[in-house]
Each structure stands twice: as C-alpha cells, then as structure tokens.
C-alpha cells in the first residue's frame, strides 16, 4: 500500500504543453478581475473589521449586505479550483505582488486567472451553481 502513495522517480509535473494559461494571460485577466470584477481586498485580513470599505463596496455590487459578502471568498466560491494537478500547473506562473503573503493560490475557472483564497469578487457563485 504505501508504494501507491509514491511519486514515480522522475515525476517533476506535467509537461510544458499541458494546456493552461500563460504569465501573459494570468496577468491580464488578473486586471479585468480587479478593473471590471470588484477582486480584492488590496491587503485581505481575518479581522472582522478589516476593509470596511472594501466590502461596503462589494456588497452594493452583489446585492447583500456587507456582511454577507464578508463571509464570501475566493476559497468557497464554485469557481475555485485548488486542486492538486492544478496546483501543478499553478507553479507555472510566477507569484505576483498580488500573491504574497494572502492565502493560497487557486485557479478561477470563471475569470481565468490565479486568484487567492482570501480574496473575493463579484463573480463569486455558491458551490452549488448551476451550468
């Protein structure tokens, strides 16, 4: 049992053709996400109080209330996807400013770009979505 859970000598993840998107996309869809899609908060914090304006903001955007959009994150949101090969492809995209030291990174299968599960934004969708 415990040789299933190895991984292979040699595995060093998937191979450069595997399809996903490039620094240049990441970065430009990452700026639609915060121009157009209300992604943020700039600095995201467990404190309850913490970027009130922020999520204010949000709120009116997403038609709740500030306290409601303060329970949403990048992290519940059915559009995140942190999973292990797409983590591997993650790696792929070098961390941005916008990246360090705010929770882990995921892809948003929405928007397409490397999101942060702290952050939120106005295309977040319960997990139970509907295609």
Not at 5 to 24: C, H, N, S
Not at 87 to 101: K, L, S
Request: aromatic letters at 12%; charged letters at 30%; glycine letters at 6%.
């Amino acid at each position: 049992m415990k040789d299933f859970l190895m991984m292979p000598k040699g595995f060093m993840g998937l191979p450069q053709e595997e399809e996903f998107i490039t620094v240049a996309e990441n970065k430009a869809n990452f700026l639609v996400a915060v121009e157009n899609w209300h992604y943020g908060p700039e600095e995201p914090s467990n404190d309850s109080k913490a970027n009130p304006e922020f999520y204010e903001s949000l709120a009116d955007a997403m038609q709740c209330d500030a306290k409601d959009a303060r329970r949403k994150h990048c992290s519940n949101c059915g559009y995140y996807d942190n999973s292990f090969m797409t983590q591997v492809r993650i790696e792929r995209i070098p961390m941005a400013g916008y990246d360090t030291g705010y929770g882990y990174r995921g892809h948003c299968e929405k928007l397409n770009f490397i999101c942060n599960d702290m952050r939120v934004c106005q295309a977040w969708e319960d997990e139970d979505y509907d295609d």
